[in-house]
């Protein structure tokens, strides 16, 4: 029990959650019915592109947690929260 209670671990779930937020929008994208086959390719780049951010900005907070990063995504405010307060 004291391993969940630990920064870490908190860390590590609320970052999986934020990867499986975007692997969750791509596959949706990819398993639309009626699409074309560039919106496909779309989709594909859109998966790229985000986990591509997302390590960068994981980079810039294992290097800086006491500052504060900025970054648009909305979704990933958690994370930068809860790394920079621990």
Known sequence: M??????????KLIGLNDIYKI???ASLSVQKVN?????YD?????????LTKYGTLL????????EEVEYSQGNWSCLITIAIYF
């Open 2 to 11: 004291e391993e969940i209670k630990s920064s870490d671990f908190v860390c």
């Open 23 to 25: 692997l969750v929008t």
């Open 35 to 39: 699409k074309y086959p560039w919106e």
């Open 42 to 50: 779309d989709s594909i780049e859109y998966l790229k592109e985000h």
């Open 59 to 66: 980079q810039k907070l294992d290097t800086k947690l006491t």
